[in-house]
């Protein structure tokens, strides 16, 4: 876990970790972070630094179709962060941390990019696959200013296929249930044999042949390779999450 010691401006903290919830993806207008604490009571520095924690369950909604089929997530990996800070955006390019994650759940990159970030609060992943119908619990810690949550998740029977939400509002109390989309990262392309997928489908991770699309919602297993659509489909939403704050 990454502690960052940063404090928002009189202003930001009226309006920090306890205002309405944010569609996923979206970036409103805050203000930048500032570098020390100099002119500020000491009651509003101590809500800047007080911390949170919440429990993440993420479900896989894609069909059990037979063992190893469908489509099982990779681990899922999560991050706290400012507004400022995107893992990827709808309609932009894929960085090459999201693409090793989209085409063979190669997630340790990321994982050191997000800890090395002054944006980033907190980094957590899952500790095993998601298989369909099943799901995994993660928990994360927060604090104002770091009140956004990132998720990615490879949808592994694909070239490169991703589960995720980027820039999540965190609730300021209680439970909340949220639902994913699935994108394509446009970084390899979608041959659907099994040449070029990593998942127990085919077992051929880094074969892909790349790309350089924007990252867009996919379209599903389309029946042009090895892969059926009966087999290896899924209907959108392809997850469900449950945040719930602990403490």
């Known amino acids: 876990m990454r502690h960052i010691i940063r404090v928002f401006s009189l202003l930001s903290l009226a309006a920090l970790f306890f205002a309405c919830s944010q569609t996923p993806g979206s970036a409103p207008a805050e203000p ?34 037979g063992p190893g089929a469908s489509q099982p997530f990779a681990p899922p990996l999560l991050a706290t962060h400012t507004p400022l800070y995107h893992i990827f955006r709808l309609g932009k390019f894929a960085s090459d941390e999201l693409a090793q994650i989209a085409q063979d759940a190669v997630s340790g990159p990321m994982i050191d990019m997000l800890n090395e970030s002054d944006f980033v609060y907190d980094v957590a992943q899952g500790d095993g696959v998601v298989f369909p119908g099943s799901s995994t619990t993660i928990r994360i810690k927060a604090r104002p200013g770091f009140h956004k949550l990132s998720i990615v998740s490879m949808l592994v029977n694909t070239n490169d296929a991703f589960t995720g939400v980027d820039g999540l509002r965190l609730p300021a109390y209680g439970t909340k249930v949220y639902y994913m989309r699935t994108y394509d990262a446009g970084s390899e392309k979608n041959t659907e044999l099994k040449g070029h997928i990593p998942g127990p489908c085919c077992g051929t991770p880094f074969e892909g042949i790349p790309t350089h699309e924007r990252i867009h919602f996919h379209k599903g297993i389309t029946g042009v390779g090895d892969l059926s659509p009966e087999m290896y489909g899924w209907d959108e939403p392809s997850a469900k999450i449950t945040i719930r704050r602990v403490n």
């Open 32 to 65: 930048q972070l500032e570098s020390t604490t100099q002119g500020i009571s000491s009651d509003r520095a101590d809500i800047a630094a007080q911390e949170f924690e919440f429990e993440v369950t993420i479900e896989n909604l894609t069909p059990a179709t």
